[in-house]
């Protein structure tokens, strides 16, 4: 199994970035996507997720609205669309995947590395 995270960067609040989740070595539609960010000195967070089964998504409070998850099947990759960031929007965003289940709970056993994203203001 491999996902790997890509798209993060510097950004001004306002501004927007697109982060992509690209997996392998599974099922891809029989598995839900999700995105995780951490803060300095934070718990880690679900963010947005994406159930490729059944097309559920699940976006937290403070990104709706902002932020859009969506995929690309014939890449096996998971993207999220960034817009109207905010300087509390900085931190490392992780993507996972799990089986069968959507949302953003228990059951993402698989991690990828990260792509860290800050926004100034």
């Known amino acids: 199994v491999r996902i790997v995270e890509s798209g993060g960067g510097v950004v001004q609040a306002g501004g927007s970035l697109r982060l992509s989740c690209a997996t392998s070595g599974f099922t891809f539609g029989d598995y839900t996507i999700g995105w995780f960010r951490q803060a300095p000195g934070k718990e880690r967070e679900a963010v947005s997720c994406?159930?490729?089964?059944?097309?559920?998504?699940y976006y937290a409070d403070s990104v709706k609205g902002r932020f859009t998850i969506s995929r690309e099947n014939a890449k096996n990759t998971v993207y999220l669309q960034m817009n109207s960031l905010k300087p509390e929007d900085t931190a490392v965003y992780f993507c996972?995947?799990?089986?069968?289940?959507?949302?953003?709970?228990?059951?993402?056993?698989?991690w990828g590395q990260g792509t860290p994203v800050t926004v100034s203001s």
């Open positions: 994406l159930s490729n089964r059944d097309g559920i998504r």
């Open positions: 996972a995947a799990k089986p069968r289940t959507h949302g953003a709970g228990p059951g993402y056993d698989w």
